[in-house]
């Protein structure tokens, strides 16, 4: 069964201390995984998608990289604009089309 | 260009009755995607529309419907209303690639149901 697990449930930082979040997957398949930010009552929005191993994309203080078994999101130095739940979801293939399977999400808070 | 748009964005219903809510995808994107995201079970797909066809569903039961405009505009349905039905219910839509090609699904703000 595709199944995506992130860790940790929720973490909490400081000010320009730099962390990771990871996502680890199980799918038969891989045709995309994908990182979402959520703010409170709000719709996912939209940050990276990565399709194969060694795969790396960078947006401000982001990075996400995939391994054929789990993904790492790098904050770096973050600031408290960027306290949200991060979630990370995969496409599988086998006529999946563009159901995506998600994760329980990150739920990140940076205090100055 | 303008994103997914979601209309109501609050609902509020009582047992038994039923919902139809809106989803307009972004100009030019010709696949919508349903997810209901609660504190219990997060974001879980309900199902996705492309060219006014069904072409895959979650595991939920047939009280979930929708259905997809000649405009690419989309529509869900519940029936039968449920308190385990409240929940935010979130549209998506991407360009509905072919080919096995990965897609990126772009989600409008949500429409927040809350059951009587």
């Known amino acids: 069964e595709d199944q995506v697990t992130q860790s940790p449930e929720a973490l909490r930082l400081q000010e320009g201390e730099s962390s990771s979040l990871n996502c680890s997957y199980t799918?038969?398949?891989?045709?995309?995984l994908f990182w979402y930010r959520q703010d409170p009552g709000k719709g996912p929005e939209f940050l990276f998608t990565?399709?194969?191993a060694g795969e790396e994309k960078e947006k401000e203080r982001l990075k996400a990289t995939l391994t054929k078994k789990e993904s790492f999101l790098h904050i770096t130095a973050p600031k408290p604009e960027d306290s949200a739940t991060y979630l990370c979801?995969?496409?599988?293939?086998?006529?999946?089309?563009?159901?995506?399977?998600f994760g329980a999400g990150t739920r990140l808070a940076v205090h100055p | 260009k303008a994103g997914v748009t979601q209309t109501p964005r609050y609902l509020i219903k009582t047992r038994g009755q039923q919902v139809t809510l809106s989803c307009s995808p972004i100009?030019?994107?010709?696949?919508v995607s349903w997810y209901q995201q609660t504190p219990g079970q997060g974001l879980q797909f309900l199902f996705e529309?492309?060219?006014?066809?069904?072409?895959n569903k979650g595991n939920f039961p047939g009280r979930f419907s929708g259905r997809q405009f000649s405009n690419s505009r989309s529509e869900m349905n519940v029936s039968t209303l449920e308190l385990g039905d409240s929940a935010l219910y979130l549209c998506?839509?991407?360009?509905?690639?072919?080919?096995?090609?990965?897609?990126?699904?772009?989600f409008g703000p949500g429409t927040r149901l809350t059951v009587l």
């Open positions: 998506a839509s991407s360009l509905g690639l072919a080919g096995g090609r990965s897609d990126t699904q772009y």
């Open positions: 799918v038969s398949g891989l045709r995309g």
């Open positions: 979801a995969v496409q599988a293939g086998g006529g999946g089309y563009n159901k995506l399977i």
């Open positions: 529309y492309f060219s006014e066809t069904q072409r």
């Open positions: 990565l399709y194969s």
């Open positions: 100009s030019g994107h010709r696949s």
